[in-house]
């Protein structure tokens, strides 16, 4: 079960280790949305960041300087964590679900993911297709 993240639990972000320098209110303030999954209904067991924007980011700066509208049509996982084995994936395609049906505007399912051999597999394990790699920062696409 996926739910969207209240700015008052900004507490959730302290175990992101792929970008835990972004802060909490920008994560969680239109057009950014954070959400978690959890198998009970009560512990976290997977989080992911998402923010709506109008062009694929090809790094940080576009993701914090780009035109971010909540209508914009380009869904960007810019980072996902799990603290349980099969967790990231779930909130990965739950996520990606709930935004088809909830945001019919959205086309595309980005990521801005490092250039780390972890994150491709991962990616490529789930079904997403790499669109773009660059120095620091690589694109998948999720179909």
């Keep these: ?13 302290g175990g992101d280790p792929v970008r835990p320098h972004i802060p909490a209110f920008f994560r969680v303030t239109e057009p950014n949305e954070t ?20 062009e694929v980011p090809k790094n940080e700066y576009d993701l914090h300087e780009s035109c971010c509208t909540i209508d914009a ?3 960007t996982f810019y980072t996902v964590w799990s603290y349980t084995k099969g967790a990231g994936t779930k909130i990965i395609l739950s996520v990606k679900e709930h935004i088809e049906k909830t945001k019919p505007h959205v086309n595309r399912f980005i990521t801005l993911s490092p250039c780390t051999e972890m994150a491709t ?8 297709e790499l669109l773009n790699k660059y120095e620091d920062y690589q694109n998948f696409e999720y179909k």
């Design 1 to 13: 079960m996926i739910r969207k993240i209240l700015p008052e639990e900004e507490h959730v972000f």
């Design 35 to 54: 959400y978690v999954y959890t198998y009970d209904g009560e512990s976290i067991d997977a989080v992911v960041c998402v923010s709506y924007l109008p």
């Design 73 to 75: 049509p380009i869904a």
């Design 121 to 128: 597999r991962f990616h490529l394990k789930n079904g997403a």
